[in-house]
């Protein structure tokens, strides 16, 4: 299933009755904060970087899953690095200013007592961001990449003064973590560097820890293939073309070997033990490009 198939039946593929994709649009229309659909429903707009918007709507069971799997790797981190449990966790997310974006809407829906976040939008003037991440103090910043390599410049030119214990980028294809992008956070900050793969489609589809390089790949929520341009499965180490997804949890919009035009190299390695933390994933890392 493509994206464009999805937008051309969207109405057929929903399991919701009540929503219908003029439904869902004309309440995307209208969001700024997180808001709910139908009291219990939330939805979603993919950026449209290859061509054509998404919309994707989530049950409730599903959403606090994804939400979850976003989360998951920190609290594990946190739960084995003494240096992070005596602070409070304070994240920065410098990211989308408006909710119709997961990045904006997820941490607006929940109020986690183990974890304060901060939103810093990216339309914001970069000195405002910058003030407000100085008086904030965050212990784990977030954003894209092309975003906080800015704010390494501003923390290497002295104006932003901030040490946080970890960074995590949240990447998609259109703005991967780039080699020398990991390398510029990690001596601006002083910090280990992860990357994160969430989709507005099916939430996260990998996540990565502060001990090693790849991404831990999220098998109880997705099943994920990779596949060359004619959807044939390549073997590990080899580079797709692009992935077929397939989303477990959120039976409200089904996406069955959904495509996504995504470059990775499977890596068949499971994640070492000694005192890593996503190691609990029982999962396999691989590499994003």
């Not at 039976?251 to 995504?262: D, Q």
Request: net charge neutral; proline share 8%.
């Amino acid at each position: 299933m493509t994206k464009d198939d999805l937008m051309a039946n969207w109405d057929r593929v929903v399991t919701d009755r009540r929503l219908t994709l003029e439904l869902v649009e004309g309440h995307l229309a209208g969001v700024e904060s997180d808001t709910y659909l139908l009291d219990e429903l939330h939805a979603v707009a993919s950026g449209g970087s290859t061509g054509r918007r998404g919309i994707f709507v989530f049950g409730w069971r599903a959403w606090a899953e994804a939400y979850a799997g976003f989360m998951r790797p920190s609290l594990w981190d946190r739960a084995v690095a003494p240096e992070l449990a005596a602070q409070p966790m304070r994240v920065a997310m410098v990211g989308a200013r408006i909710a119709t974006h997961m990045t904006s809407a997820m941490p607006q829906t929940f109020a986690n007592p183990m974890v304060d976040v901060a939103l810093f939008p990216v339309t914001q003037p970069i000195d405002r961001i910058v003030a407000g991440l100085n008086a904030y103090q965050p212990l784990a910043l977030m954003g894209y990449p092309s975003m906080l390599a800015l704010l390494a410049a501003e923390a290497r030119a002295g104006r932003l003064r901030i040490l946080p214990r970890r960074v995590t980028t949240t990447s998609e294809p259109s703005e991967p973590l780039l080699p020398e992008v990991r390398r510029t956070l990690t001596e601006a900050f002083c910090a280990p560097v992860a990357n994160m793969y969430g989709t507005s489609e099916a939430g996260p589809i990998g996540v990565g820890c502060f001990r090693r390089p790849g991404i831990h790949l999220c098998d109880d929520l997705v099943i994920v293939e990779p596949v060359d341009l004619d959807g044939r499965p390549v073997p590990p180490g080899v580079r797709s073309d692009k992935l077929y997804v397939t989303a477990l949890v959120n039976p409200t919009l089904p996406l069955i070997r959904f495509e996504l035009t995504l470059s990775a190299a499977w890596k068949p390695r499971p994640s070492g033990r000694g005192g890593n933390a996503a190691s609990s994933l029982r999962c396999r890392s691989w590499a994003l490009g």
